[in-house]
């Protein structure tokens, strides 16, 4: 019987058929998010180091490719582009106190995207049993949002270490819980 004749969406079809997977993405954001909480500092920096490079890696690529665009607005814009990613990226890894400073207001305006992007999608799976799950992730995500852009830039070096293993826990209970009712029903 087709999910529309069952009288789902083809949406909710394909959210059952990934069950499985959302129930190991939740357990995998659950142990990564607890150890981010137990070694705050630690996680802290690591973000911040991992960003660095990706950033300098990006610009790395972004400069070699500039070479291969031809007329100048193009080429200057690429060039430019790339020349700040790198110099964001070797900054991040040689000031990476002063980095966490940044990436926690970075953190914020992701957690504000991530939370209403959770909501739209928790309201997209309504009247689906486990919406009100991920409603509830993504309106911690905006609360940690509004917390960073309040204590922003007096916050402690471990909050970003913090906010990011708990928005991890969430964001693994909610698929953990829709994982669990999808197989249930």
Known sequence: MSDQAAGGSPFHGRLRAAAGWLFWLGIALLVIGIAAIVFPIVS??????????ILLLAG??????????????PFFGAMLLGLFSAVAGLFLLFNPLAGEVALTLLLGAIFLIQGATEAAFALEMRPQRGWIGVFLSGALSVAAAILIAVAWPGV???????????????????????????KAG
């Open 60 to 73: 790395i690529v972004a400069v070699a490719g500039a070479f291969s665009i031809h007329g100048t607005g």
């Open 44 to 53: 802290s920096l690591v973000a911040t180091l991992f960003v660095g490079w």
């Open 156 to 182: 402690s070096l471990v909050v970003l270490g913090i906010l990011l293993g708990v928005n991890f826990i969430s964001t693994g209970l909610a698929y953990l819980s829709v994982a669990r009712l999808l």
